[in-house]
């Protein structure tokens, strides 16, 4: 009966892989370890396995792009729930991807879907697919494809 009450009272599990008290309090060493986790990655590239499990289960791969097949964004592109600085939270899926395979989007620049390699998706999350530009070079691609789309249709 005792044993009984002490698992119904630790039914919140922990992200980190671990079981917590109810309200999601860890132990201070549970806390020290995902401060030693996080400043040694800055707390934004940690990925546990199954974060990334969850995140390919969402993933369709096509002869070309990758399809995001979870929830968008309010702008369309696939929105990815993920723990982070001790709280869940949203990325962009294609950003999530490219992180896991490069690194940090460099500062002051943004990744355009490259419709030269074919993609015009934007819940593609195929890395080969992405490249980062900065938000000028981004809208000057776009632009050109809004014009050459309108002469085409003409």
Known sequence: MNEDRQVRSWNHIDPIGGAS????????????????????????????SDEVSRFWAKVTKTEG?????????????GRFR???DGRWTHVRAHVWAWEQVH????????????RARGCHHKHCVRTTHLE????????????????KATEDAT
């Not at 690194?103 to 879907?113: C, F, I, K, N, Q």
């Open 132 to 147: 980062p530009v900065t938000p000028a070079e981004n809208n000057r691609r776009a632009a050109a494809w809004r014009a």
């Open 82 to 84: 993920v723990w982070r």
């Open 65 to 77: 792009c990758w399809l995001w097949d979870g929830k968008p964004n309010a702008d369309g592109y």
């Open 21 to 48: 008290p109810v309200g999601g309090r860890r132990s201070h060493a549970a806390n020290r370890q995902v401060r030693r986790d996080q400043s040694r990655d800055q707390g934004r590239f940690v990925s546990t």
């Open 103 to 114: 690194g940090p989007v460099p500062e002051g620049h943004t990744l355009d879907h490259v």
